[in-house]
């Protein structure tokens, strides 16, 4: 795997001083390993920049000390909250101090003050959580809401979708504790008394350009760029609070902060108007503020298009068009709502629209918009686009035309984008295919010529080159297309004021550094030779397959109330190397040249895959489709082909052809490994951990039971191949019996493929993928003339199955792959297609479902959800993951992070579970859990409905 030249930044020899100094001040997390380096290299924008060392503080005198230490060593800071800045504006290559792990606390809410105290690191979710009860929120809410922290927002001034409504940051920021870079710690809020010091020298700086400072800055709503100075106006009560807000930790390091709330609407309703395209979109919004909505959000039809190609995916109807509007309303009632909704739609003058007042359906919505960032992180063609111009903003009024010459600018670039964004306030997002790596320079000259020409666009609309973003490494170095040089100047001196030696952030806002150093992708290198995997959506190309991952985040979200899984394993630690996103990390630096992370077999790499659960939940919960489970795959493959495996793959790794040697003798098996000492032994030559129970094998296979006895089918009727895996062949032969009852009764000749038809699922997961490749390979010849022919090929296992869908077509692909993976089907799927059938009434059952993460991700469970509601159950569908994960849950050193992750939602739903409850678990691996760490036993679909039959 070689790579270009480069220069990284890179640690230098002080590296481990620094780090062994931050520790001797008393800092009690601090780390300096090549994992750390690895993990906080990136933050959700274009760039990569190696810091020496990262701190976790717990408090926040250990901020303080952290900066005291640097600013001994004359060490550059740089603080850090979710990492979601898409700017560049958490990176820095001396420490970093992550407050995301330990601050991140709501102190107190007061509502009679409308106030709440909290530590910088707190999510944003938490805040409204804490605020919620007392029919209060934060008003701003970045699409980033379930995992950016409030200090990341003070720092760039974050705005969100709400802000039209409720204002930006620095409109709901009431007072901060903050540390400047000169070792000062303040309270700052508005009308704070300048007596001596820092505030003195800010307060007689700003009287001398006042004139500057009031013809230059506060224009519209929307102008972040550069350090917001109007608040420090006399009329405006020399608000040092707000003027921090959006000074991207340039200035200080936000301690604490007490923000303002707002009383929340008790209804929201929206309202989605379709235009012939964004830009008529845009045309038509101002016409629409004057009733008062709180989000006015522009959509564009290519996002949603990106949505529908995702496998798995729902996506809720629209209107007609091709840019959508997202207009909310508030209310005290739902007859308000709509009254509302009425008067917005006289004005609208759109093509169609849509009227939602039901939270769920305008949840669905939201989430397109939430996850636009990721959407649009791929044009229509598949090509990888990025971030860098992002989120310019122009006065409302003047959005339309901003639009299309901004179309025009990028075809006369070359360059494909996706717009969306903020129309209410004039802000517009982007993704742009720009044509990094190509050209001697990796194209950063092609980059920067358009983000330059891009600027001088804003500026002549006289808008702001970041509307919510910050300026961060994208936009710093482009300032003087916008600002005057008496600007300019007046930034340099507010900086020398609090921070003189250039240590907080350096490179940003002031002196900084130029827009395409450090591009992570200017110097990624192609990964293409020697692979396993296909990489059919990367073009054959690993390392665009890792760079996918954009950095947004959305791993570090507690998804689960939504059904999602993605990521289970960082719930149970809160560690980040446990998120999809920092695994990606870990593996972008493995192929990138000069870092700390060496090849597939280091350390770095092993240590960020071993909490990966291979669950695919990143597959269709990551806007960007980053594949994890198929990275792991590659890197276990690659790191171990040819040389000696741990235990485990050899044993859990071979479990189907082992369970075929103990089908000659399954009692006597089953007592061998019954039995103390067996069991022990067993389990650790199997690399297993001894809390953990071994499956029974059944006294006899499915298979046996099936050429022994049989099932009947109607006469006529269509034919379908019951795929039958070696887990359910093994280990539960009564699933496939139920599932022929199910599909006889349902008028099916039911057909069981030949004996030697595994998926290889267990070599895949442990990366033996020639094995796997060889194995699959077979089954899929196996199937092809069924396929061929029109026979539906149902699945009993989710994961087996989903290995039909995906893993065939990127280890086997080809014609036949291609088929096989067209006429697999899980049971729901087929039973949902069949003409005539309607399920067995399961009215008066309450179900607990736990859905198989493959099942999930890969097949979808929408067609299970509906044949449940169509028979009558009362459903309540569990999201994440149950924590097994076939091999994985039962290794050794996984069982206490595979019992957290159960915790997370499925022990606690079956703890107080009714006794005629069903708790519905059509994976192996989630019955298999359910019997060990609980007295419930888990049922497949197919026998919920097979018991029913008459």
Same mark, same amino acid.
């Given at each position: ?385 990025? @971030?860098?111009? +992002? !989120? =310019? *903003?122009?006065? %409302?009024?003047?959005? &339309?035309?901003? /639009?299309? #010459? ?42 920067? @010529?358009?983000? +330059? !020409? =891009? *600027?001088?666009? %804003?500026?002549?609309? &006289?808008?702001? /080159?970041? #509307? ?483």
């Amino acid at each position: 795997m070689s790579a270009p030249a480069a220069n990284p930044t890179t640690r230098t020899d002080d590296g481990r001083a620094v780090a062994e100094e931050l520790r001797r001040a008393g800092i009690g997390d601090v780390d300096d390993s090549g994992l750390a380096r690895a993990l906080y290299s990136s933050d959700a924008s274009l760039y990569r920049v190696l810091p020496r060392a990262v701190v976790r503080p717990r408090d926040p005198d250990e901020i303080v000390a952290a900066l005291e230490v640097c600013r001994s060593l004359g060490v550059p800071l740089t603080p850090r909250g979710a990492g979601t800045s898409i700017a560049g504006n958490a990176v820095g290559p001396g420490v970093v101090l992550d407050t995301s792990r330990y601050l991140n606390r709501v102190r107190a809410v007061d509502p009679g003050a409308r106030t709440a105290t909290v530590d910088p690191g707190v999510v944003q979710a938490a805040l409204q959580t804490a605020a919620r009860p007392h029919g209060l929120r934060f008003g701003p809410d970045p699409s980033t809401h379930n995992r950016c922290t409030v200090g990341g927002m003070i720092g760039n001034n974050a705005c969100g979708s709400r802000a039209l409504g409720y204002g930006r940051t620095s409109d709901n920021v009431v007072a901060l504790d903050v540390v400047t870079g000169t070792g000062a710690r303040l309270t700052v809020g508005p009308g704070t008394t300048p007596r001596d010091g820092v505030l003195a020298d800010l307060h007689r700086l700003v009287g001398a350009e006042l004139a500057t400072i009031r013809t230059e800055f506060g224009r519209f709503g929307r102008q972040v760029s550069g350090y917001s100075l109007e608040h420090l106006l006399p009329e405006r009560g020399f608000d040092v609070a707000r003027a921090l807000v959006g000074s991207e930790g340039t200035l200080a390091v936000v301690l604490g902060a007490t923000v303002r709330l707002v009383a929340d609407a008790p209804v929201r309703g929206l309202v989605v108007l379709g235009y012939p395209s964004m830009a008529d979109a845009a045309d038509a919004t101002p016409g629409l503020l004057p009733h008062e909505p709180t989000a006015v959000e522009g959509l564009d039809q290519r996002i949603v298009q990106r949505l529908r190609d995702v496998p798995a995916a729902t996506v809720p109807d629209l209107p007609r068009g091709d840019g959508w509007l997202i207009v909310e309303l508030t209310g005290d009632t739902v007859a308000e709502v709509q009254d509302k909704a009425r008067g917005v739609l006289a004005d609208a003058g759109a093509l169609d629209s849509l009227v939602v007042t039901d939270p769920a359906e305008a949840a669905a919505i939201w989430r397109i918009r939430e996850d636009g960032a990721g959407l649009a992180a791929r044009t229509s063609d598949g090509r990888p686009a990025h @971030a860098g111009w +992002e !989120d =310019a *903003a122009v006065p %409302v009024e003047r959005l &339309g035309d901003y /639009l299309r #010459g901004f179309e025009a600018l990028l075809d006369g670039h070359g360059l494909q984008g996706v717009p969306y964004g903020h129309f209410g306030d004039g802000c517009v997002h982007v993704r742009i295919d720009f044509p990094f790596g190509a050209g001697d320079d990796g194209g950063r000259s092609a980059y920067r @010529a358009f983000v +330059e !020409d =891009a *600027a001088r666009l %804003v500026a002549g609309y &006289g808008g702001s /080159l970041s #509307g919510e973003h910050g300026d961060g490494r994208a936009r710093s170095a482009l300032l003087p297309l916008m600002y005057s040089p008496a600007a300019l100047s007046l930034f340099e001196r507010v900086k020398a004021v609090f921070d003189p030696d250039d240590l907080l952030n350096p490179g940003v806002l002031v002196r900084p550094v130029p827009v395409e150093d450090d591009v992570r992708m200017a110097v990624a290198p192609r990964v293409r030779e020697n692979l396993a995997l296909a990489y059919r959506h990367d073009g054959g190309d690993f390392s665009a397959a890792v760079h996918r991952c954009t950095g947004v985040g959305k791993c570090r979200a507690d998804l689960q109330s939504t059904g999602a899984v993605m990521c289970p394993s960082w719930p149970a630690t809160r560690e980040e190397k446990d998120t999809t996103r920092g695994r990606a990390r870990v593996l972008q630096e493995m192929v990138a040249p000069g870092g700390p992370v060496k090849d597939w077999r280091a350390p770095e790499v092993h240590e960020a895959l071993d909490l990966c659960l291979s669950c695919k939940g990143c597959s269709s919960d990551c806007p960007t489709g980053v594949d994890m489970a198929s990275y792991k795959a590659e890197v276990l493959h690659q790191s171990y082909r040819r040389r000696l495996r741990p235990r485990a793959h050899y044993t859990l790794g071979w479990l189907p052809r082992w369970a075929d040697l103990a089908a000659r003798a399954p009692r006597l098996v089953n007592g061998v490994l019954g039995s103390t000492l067996g069991g022990r032994l067993a389990k650790w030559g199997a690399g297993m951990d001894q809390r953990r129970e071994v499956p029974a094998f059944a006294p006899r296979t499915f298979r046996r039971q099936w050429a022994a006895e049989g099932l009947p089918g109607p006469d006529g009727g269509p034919r379908v191949a019951l795929w039958v895996d070696s887990f359910t062949d093994h280990f539960a032969p009564e699933v496939a019996v139920a599932t022929a009852r199910v599909l006889t009764a349902a008028g099916y000749r039911v057909e069981v493929p030949g004996a030697d038809t595994c998926c290889g699922l267990t070599w895949i997961t442990t990366g033996q993928l020639d094995a796997g490749k060889r194995i699959l390979g077979h089954t899929v010849r196996a199937l092809a003339p069924l396929a061929a022919a029109g026979v539906p090929v149902v699945g009993i296992e989710p994961s087996c199955t989903a290995v039909l869908r995906s893993e065939a077509l990127e280890l086997v692909g080809g014609p036949e792959a291609e088929q096989v993976a067209a006429a697999t089907r899980t049971l729901a799927e087929l039973l949902r297609d069949t003409p005539g059938w309607t399920p067995p009434s399961l009215a008066g059952v309450e179900v607990v479902a736990q859905p198989h993460c493959h099942h999930t991700s890969v097949l979808g469970w929408a067609a299970d959800a509906r044949l449940l509601q169509q028979a009558g159950a009362t459903v309540t569908r569990l999201g994440g993951c149950c924590g097994l994960a076939g091999n994985w849950g039962v290794e050794k050193g996984h069982h206490d992070v595979s019992v957290a992750i159960a915790e997370q939602q499925l022990l606690p739903a079956v703890r107080d579970l009714a006794p005629d409850a069903v708790v519905l678990a059509d994976g192996f691996s989630c019955r298999t859990q359910l019997d060990q760490l609980t007295d419930r036993r888990g049922r497949h679909l197919a026998e919920l409905l097979a018991d029913r039959l008459g």
